[in-house]
């Protein structure tokens, strides 16, 4: 596709649900990342990607936050018991390479009750 | 870790004045600082970014300015059109990948 995608784009669910959100980054594209975005804050990181590398997992918040891809392919991030603060829009980036521009997704809005 | 500071939270100005958001970053190791736009409900867009081995880079209306001594670097859109109405996220990278990014700034431009 032309540009990043994501599903689903939105998702409501109670609390200590599982969800499990999706990422295909643009075709060619070897980083990709994962930001977190709370209402009227800017993005926090949260994992980032980089070919068969071991992936950076330090903004994950919590050991309910996993991510996983495969090669260079589709990612997921999936949030095991999630609570009221998981509410977030959950943005998926990505970039030729780790040092070019990212680009972003229309994200993920998460809405926990 | 980097901490990024951005002012002001919301800048109002009339159509065809310039506007002018500032940002200061902690960790001296940031080597790349991008610029996004971001309309109500849609994605974060880049619209101009800077590595620390120039000063000042310029597209059309846009440019960014960079301090590197004094840990600062600045939006500037001039002529400013009712479509750069939206929030302004700066962000400063040390590593190559991990952005931090500031908390935004609210731009609106009065016709």
């Known amino acids: 596709g032309a540009g990043v995608s994501q599903s689903p784009s939105n998702k409501v669910t109670e609390k200590g649900k599982d969800v499990e959100l999706r990422c295909d980054p643009i075709?060619?594209?070897?980083?990709l990342y994962w930001y977190r975005q709370r209402l009227g804050q800017g993005l926090e990181f949260l994992i980032y990607f980089q070919g068969n590398s071991a992936p950076d997992k330090s903004g994950l918040p919590s050991d309910r936050f996993s991510a996983e891809r495969t090669g260079e392919s589709v990612s997921t991030l999936t949030i095991q018991r999630t609570q009221q603060e998981d509410s977030a829009v959950y943005l998926c980036?990505?970039?030729?390479?780790?040092?070019?521009?990212?680009?972003f997704g229309d994200g993920t809005r998460l809405s926990i009750l | 870790g980097e901490n990024v500071e951005q002012h002001p939270s919301t800048l109002s100005v009339q159509e065809g004045d310039s506007a002018v958001i500032k940002c200061t970053y902690s960790d001296s190791a940031s080597n790349y600082f991008p610029w996004y736009k971001q309309e109500l409900g849609k994605r974060p867009q880049l619209i101009i970014d800077i590595r620390s081995n120039v000063g000042e880079k310029k597209d059309q209306r846009i440019a960014v300015t960079l301090n590197k001594t004094a840990k600062h670097f600045s939006l500037h859109i001039t002529e400013t059109q009712p479509e750069d109405s939206a929030v302004y996220f700066c962000?400063?990278?040390?590593?190559?990948?991990?952005?931090?990014f500031g908390a935004g700034t609210t731009v609106t431009v009065r016709a």
């Open positions: 962000a400063a990278s040390s590593n190559d990948y991990k952005l931090s």
């Open positions: 980036a990505s970039s030729l390479w780790r040092d070019q521009p990212q680009h």
């Open positions: 075709s060619g594209h070897t980083a």
